[in-house]
């Protein structure tokens, strides 16, 4: 028997238990449809392809770089707090919300481009999965942003290290979406 057993999964999970179930579960939901998307696209790839063809694969791009630099700075937040430089974390956590926005923003203007060209959800099977897709990641950057704002105000470390862990999983989400729904051929 040892004087230091070794501790469990659990425990050694940063954060909150309640915040990895959520994660998880959110994951599993988005591991969902990403499957979902890519049986139904099984079934008409080059109606698939037509359909991706007009998605703003740059924009994209740049939402991606985005949204990793967004997840650095939070990262970099919760470093900066543990070194109890508060007004450094601070300013990091709301960065990398205002990154959130932009992502927001991007996304929106790719909507409205959408919208422009009269392709809607019922268009093409691609564009539902697209809607669906990006859109629900679209409600998580929302709460995201919510989240490293509130955290930003109450910053003590626990408080960042749960908030920057969602935030993670919003820009994993993201980083599996990004290739499979705008550059699968």
Do not use: C
């Amino acid at each position: 028997m040892s004087a230091n057993p070794q501790p469990s999964l659990l425990e050694e999970l940063p954060g909150d238990l309640m915040m990895w179930v959520l994660i998880v579960s959110e994951l599993l939901i988005f591991g969902a449809g990403l499957a979902a998307f890519l049986a139904v696209r099984l079934s008409d790839p080059a109606g698939f392809a037509e359909a991706q063809s007009h998605l703003h694969r740059t924009g994209a791009a740049f939402n991606t770089i985005v949204l990793i630099t967004s997840g650095y700075l939070a990262a970099k937040a919760l470093h900066w707090r543990t070194l109890a430089k508060r007004t450094a974390a601070r300013m990091a956590l709301v960065a990398a919300a205002a990154l959130g926005v932009v992502f927001l923003v991007i996304k929106g203007v790719e909507y409205a481009d959408k919208a422009a060209q009269g392709i809607t959800y019922e268009t093409h099977p691609f564009f539902m999965f697209y809607y669906l897709l990006t859109g629900f990641h679209a409600f998580h950057v929302v709460a995201g942003i919510l989240v490293l704002l509130l955290v930003a105000w109450r910053d003590a470390p626990d408080n960042i290290e749960i908030g920057a862990a969602f935030w993670h999983m919003v820009d994993l989400v993201w980083v599996l979406l990004f290739p499979v729904v705008y550059l699968l051929a």
